[in-house]
């Protein structure tokens, strides 16, 4: 049997892959210890070349795993169990292949096995060569966790072990112990915000008009993404309901991806009940009224004639909603001029309990930018908030939304 998990409620499964840095997760593991969180560590083969089973034994106190098949209760799904027996899956270094096979779902190791058997968050670490790194199919695989809800921690830039120089060194053992006890100390069901269950909205949507086309605008989604992460931070159980973005998911975030604003109030309204609802999704107004089957053609001297149906407003149909209407329900106004009154109105119009109103004027860079100036629209309160990074927003926000919750219970 799997010897019981260490008994500190934070632990770590240490997955050390087979590259030059390996070694430094020996002090990886001291650094840990250091902040009160057990390891219990996992080598890949290849790891074997550089570290030894027996020096990582010694620094975790724990026995180390170095094959699928040497788990003696295999017949009973071992690696299933040893997936779950910690809170959180770190892989370091992650070296390429490691990567490749993540992305891909791989499972013909004890270290691939029990990546794709967890039900924990997974942060991994990457080292590995510059230009290895710069390849356009690490790149790849790279998108593909972080859109997994992986998270990613380095790597630094610097000088190699193979004499050459740029991104690819394993981020400091001192910085990856930060990341993980911070993960710790904010994890979901620890924290302000435990056991409440809070929908974001974000990112654009894309309406089709044929199979090819479809309208669109410029939302990052950078700002719902921030928020969510904020509050998942905070304990709170967070779905993020996401139109098509190019960013990864936060960790202790639940993301469902949608494509149009029919699908994303679908995909909200399946959520209630809830117990504050955000909406940073900068939906498209209109869709076309029937979408082509087929490529519209592009005929010499005619123009074809897009008609446009309206969308469904989702703030306001779920602010406005008889049965398990949301206790809080924030909406996002982006104005271009007269910010604070534009934003009073969409707080009427719409019928939630927050409005956070936006310079979006194209001076203010707030679209694909990281930088936002915002208003608190509370009824008739106001709070002007000085041009901050998003993720300086989200995280004000995320203290406003305690403040509410620990006055709404007091
Ligand atoms: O009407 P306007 O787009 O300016 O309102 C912005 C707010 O309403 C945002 O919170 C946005 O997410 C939400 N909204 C929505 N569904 C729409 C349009 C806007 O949820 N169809």
């Excluded at 499964?13 to 020996?26: D, H, M, R």
């Excluded at 710069?134 to 190699?160: C, F, S, Y």
């Excluded at 995320?398 to 709404?408: L, N, P, Q």
Aim: include cysteine; charged fraction near 25%.
């Amino acid at each position: 049997m799997i010897s019981d998990p260490p008994n500190s409620p934070k632990s770590v499964l240490l997955i050390i892959g087979g590259g030059i840095a390996a070694y430094k997760t020996l002090e990886l593991i001291r650094q840990l210890t250091k902040r009160g969180i057990r390891t219990r560590a996992i080598l890949t083969k290849a790891a074997e070349e550089f570290v030894t089973p027996l020096s990582v034994a010694s620094l975790t106190g724990d026995k180390v795993y170095t094959d699928l098949f040497s788990l003696t209760d295999e017949a009973e799904m071992g690696h299933i169990q040893l997936s779950r027996s910690t809170g959180l899956l770190v892989v370091a270094p992650a070296t390429a292949d490691l990567m490749a096979k993540m992305a891909g779902g791989h499972a013909n190791d004890l270290a691939t096995t029990t990546l794709l058997a967890t039900d924990k968050p997974v942060m991994i670490a990457p080292a590995m060569n510059v230009r290895m790194w710069q390849h356009p199919a690490t790149q790849r695989n790279l998108k593909q966790l972080q859109a997994d809800g992986v998270t990613v921690i380095g790597p630094d830039e610097g000088d190699m072990a193979c004499g050459e120089y740029g991104p690819g060194r394993l981020a400091e053992p001192e910085v990856i112990a930060a990341r993980i006890a911070d993960f710790f100390d904010k994890s979901v069901g620890n924290g302000p915000l435990a056991g409440r269950k809070i929908l974001v909205t974000a990112g654009p949507t894309h309406e089709p008009i044929d199979p090819v086309r479809y309208i669109a605008n410029h939302s990052s989604g950078k700002q719902g993404f921030a928020i969510a992460a904020s509050l998942a931070k905070r304990g709170a159980e967070v779905t993020l309901v996401s139109g098509p973005s190019r960013l990864g998911t936060p960790a202790g975030v639940k993301r469902i991806d949608v494509m149009t604003a029919a699908e994303m109030l679908a995909a909200t309204e399946g959520l209630l009940p809830l117990d504050a609802a955000i909406f940073a999704a900068a939906v498209a107004d209109w869709r076309v009224a029937t979408e082509a089957t087929q490529k519209i053609k592009k005929r010499e001297g005619e123009l074809p004639t897009l008609s446009l149906a309206e969308n469904p407003d989702i703030l306001a149909a779920i602010s406005r909603r008889a049965e398990h209407r949301p206790p809080l329900v924030i909406g996002f106004a982006a104005e271009t001029e007269q910010i604070i009154e534009n934003g009073r109105a969409k707080l009427a119009k719409k019928g939630c309990d927050w409005i956070v109103a936006n310079d979006v004027s194209p001076s203010s860079g707030t679209f694909g930018g990281d930088e936002n100036r915002v208003f608190l629209l509370k009824g008739e309160d106001v709070e002007g908030w000085p041009k901050q990074g998003k993720d300086a927003v989200a995280e004000s926000l995320a203290d406003r939304i305690i403040d509410y919750f620990e006055g709404a219970s007091s």
